[in-house]
């Protein structure tokens, strides 16, 4: 299945799909972002840490599986950032059983993007990271992709310490099983909006859901 990934900035409404994307952008902030809570007392994962989530697309057949960051929760001068694609239940299922999903690597995109790392750059922007990331689930449109923009001759970079909570966690933090029974099936019971956060080694570090 190909996959069309959607970045929700500001300055991307002028583009086509405009009344949809901001509608989205609006529904993750009122809806997501504004209930994400405290769900570990007294760790120290920095509140900008980018988020994995899973919520009902607005059709309620399909999914939208991204990332995003929630600073905007506490700083308003910080940019919020959200990437997403829409996929049916299948799909997402076979996904989310690897440690590196598709929202695995927009979380590590959302973190380098929002700390201006390196890993964005003149020759690897933006653009061309999300264009990679598409065309690694479309076997067609990789192979006619430059080797240079591949994103598996690229992924290792994202896997780099991209800011100094990075750097501070080990491959031994955090735990590699969601905490939800029956994960990644059970996400077809409620509508709800899950989210979870993982260390650049896949490892889950934070977690939690809501009805919607």
């Known amino acids: 299945m190909a996959i069309k990934i959607v970045a929700l900035e500001e ?3 002028f583009l086509p799909g405009r009344a949809e994307r901001k509608k989205t952008a609006v529904r993750l902030k009122e809806e997501v972002i504004a209930r994400i809570g ?13 988020w994995c989530f899973v919520l009902p697309a607005a059709n309620r057949k399909d999914y939208l599986l991204g ?14 950032f959200a990437f997403y694609a829409q996929v049916n239940q299948q799909w997402l299922s076979k ?14 995109i959302t973190l380098a993007l929002q700390n201006k790392s390196g890993v964005i750059h003149a020759e690897m922007t933006l653009r061309k990271w999300l264009n990679a ?3 690694s689930y479309a076997p067609i449109k990789e192979f006619l992709l430059n080797d240079r923009y591949k994103f598996a001759n690229n992924a290792d970079l994202l896997l ?7 750097e501070k966690l080990t491959e031994k933090e955090g735990v590699s099983v969601m905490p939800w029974q029956g994960w990644p099936d059970c996400i077809q019971a ?20 809501f009805l919607l």
């Open 11 to 13: 300055r991307s409404y």
């Open 38 to 50: 405290v769900t570990l007392p007294g760790e120290d994962i920095p509140a900008d840490y980018p």
């Open 67 to 80: 990332a995003l960051n929630a600073c905007e929760k506490q700083e308003e001068s910080c940019p919020v």
């Open 95 to 108: 996904n989310l059983q690897s440690d590196f999903h598709l929202a695995f690597w927009l979380a590590r």
């Open 133 to 135: 990331l598409q065309c």
């Open 160 to 166: 780099s310490g991209l800011c100094r909570y990075d």
């Open 190 to 209: 409620d509508k709800q909006a899950w989210l979870w956060r993982q260390s650049r080694y896949g490892k889950i570090i934070d977690s939690q859901k």
